[in-house]
């Protein structure tokens, strides 16, 4: 976690040049920022439960296509890259690993790709 | 806020983010890839009603309302906000996560009822 206050928001995500580490932190936050998104939008439909069986069951049938599907493996590869990451700066915050974070960040990244293919095939 | 409060915090926020790794990953294979995932109503009433289940779902309520919550403050701190707005920020996400945990405990107890 940084705690460097700039005082700007400006070239958070400018990874442009930038070393593996510093790229690995900008995705650790834009994916943690797309992930509370999700979990407000989580919250949303899981209210359709309060309105009873017709409610939940016609919300299930609107999210069952093709596009809704691909957005949920991207959701699946950003909670993937999220924890794994999470997992990675923890080991480092221990001193595992601190020289070959950089092999690390890769690891993730692949291991993220593949993962969230496995997850695709299991919902074919 | 002092270091030793944002050592505890980094500490707090990893902490639940390890155990987001077990209780994220048993949620998302419970609920969405066993049986092929919890497409109506009745199995969701029916899934709720193992105990284990409704445990392990408020658990993993509680920590990653927890983790989202403090990860915002972490995003905002590194904004450079001023020490008293960071204490009415803090205020107002725990008054915001004891609202979501309650409204997801609500959901649970009106699907038992």
């Known amino acids: ?124 | 806020m002092s270091n030793e409060n944002e050592t505890s915090a980094w500490i707090l926020q990893a902490a639940t983010g390890f155990l987001l790794v077990i209780l994220l990953g048993l949620h998302i294979l419970a609920n969405h890839f066993s049986k092929g995932g919890l497409l109506s109503y009745d199995q969701v009433v029916r899934h709720l009603s193992n105990p284990l289940i409704l445990l392990l779902e408020v658990a993993f309520l509680g920590t990653v309302v927890f983790h989202a919550l403090a990860g915002v403050r972490a995003i905002l701190l590194d904004t450079g906000i001023p020490r008293d707005a960071d204490e009415k920020l803090v205020k107002i996400l725990a008054v915001v996560g004891v609202l979501m945990f309650l409204y997801g405990v609500w959901i649970f107890a009106r699907l038992l009822a």
């Open chain 1, 1 to 124: 976690m940084s705690n460097s206050r700039t005082g700007s928001t400006k070239g958070w995500f400018d990874v442009k040049g930038k070393h593996a580490g510093y790229v690995a932190f900008a995705l650790h936050r834009a994916t943690g920022i797309l992930l509370v998104l999700y979990l407000f939008l989580h919250f949303g439909v899981l209210t359709s439960l309060l309105a009873g069986p017709e409610a939940y069951n016609g919300m299930i049938h609107l999210m069952s296509n093709p596009v809704v599907e691909i957005l949920e493996l991207g959701l699946i590869f950003v909670i993937l890259y999220h924890g794994l990451n999470g997992i990675r700066l923890g080991l480092m915050a221990l001193n595992i690993g601190v020289r070959r974070h950089e092999a690390m960040f890769w690891i993730v990244l692949a291991a993220s790709g593949i993962l969230t293919a496995v997850a695709a095939t299991a919902m074919l």
